[in-house]
């Protein structure tokens, strides 16, 4: 096995990944020989032409399942078929988000009821449920994809904020019960990716405001990443891959910020 194959014959399962972040590190990971299940809302033939894509560049098998994370059976639901279709997970990724924007005072309940949810009863199940066969592999990497609003607050998005806050503390805790055996569990910390979110966000800056794109993205991240550009979403996959490896073996419950700079203001 080459070193650009170091994971042939792992399994991951990537929760949020038919397009954006999720995505990039999916194929970052079949990249390296890792077989992956797809995971998001989307029907199924939406997703096919993804799986396909990959299987065919990367040699691996590829799979989608679509599951409402709101609900725990559909989360066991997704494990369950994971582990059917591959085997045991050996790499989990807890990409999946949902975020509202409103004021406390008018933040729907049912809003916050689904953060929390999406964004951290559905990481933490995910986790319980591949733990035991990660341990049996005697391999097993854990991933929570926080944000660099988990260290600092900010307004009209207070469920962002605290599932994300939260995630980190999942991660220390479970860091803490691996340690010392075959499996990590890490935070990632992005700054501002350009998702198909933000590129929308950024459309209507264009349209609003009368701006070319360089000058609505400079107005997007003024205050935020002093590299003055988006966080390449591939530079957080291989942020993943470098810790999946050798290389992560002695690293355990790291928040990891990839985020321009963001953090040293």
């Not at 691996?60 to 066991?76: E, G, K, M």
């Amino acid at each position: 096995m080459t070193d650009a194959r170091r994971l042939t014959g792992r399994n991951a399962l990537i929760t949020g990944s038919v397009g954006g972040l999720g995505q990039a590190m999916a194929r970052k990971l079949a990249s390296a020989g890792a077989n992956v299940m797809l995971h998001g809302l989307e029907e199924p033939e939406e997703a096919a032409c993804l799986t396909e894509a990959i299987e065919r560049e990367f040699g691996v098998r590829a799979f989608y399942c679509r599951a409402d994370l709101r609900q725990t059976a559909a989360v066991r639901e997704l494990v369950d078929r994971t582990e059917e279709a591959l085997g045991p997970v050996h790499i989990l990724i807890n990409n999946a988000v949902v975020r509202h924007f409103a004021r406390i005072e008018d933040f729907p309940i049912e809003k916050w009821t689904e953060a929390l949810a999406v964004n951290v009863t559905a990481a933490f199940l995910a986790t319980q449920m591949v733990l035991p066969g990660m341990r049996a592999a005697h391999y097993g990497r854990v991933f929570n994809m926080t944000s660099v609003y988990g260290y600092r607050g900010t307004v009209n998005r207070v469920d962002y904020v605290t599932t994300k806050t939260a995630i980190q503390g999942l991660t220390r805790a479970t860091a803490l019960e691996t340690a010392g055996g075959p499996i990590t569990c890490h935070a990632l910390m992005p700054g501002s990716v350009l998702t198909p979110l933000w590129s929308d966000r950024l459309e209507r800056m264009m349209i609003e405001e009368g701006l070319t794109r360089p000058e609505a993205e400079i107005r997007f991240l003024d205050g935020k990443q002093p590299s003055g550009r988006f966080v390449d979403a591939d530079s957080v996959a291989e942020v993943l891959l470098l810790l999946c490896g050798p290389a992560g073996t002695d690293m355990n419950g790291a928040i990891l910020p990839i985020e321009g700079g963001w953090l040293a203001r």
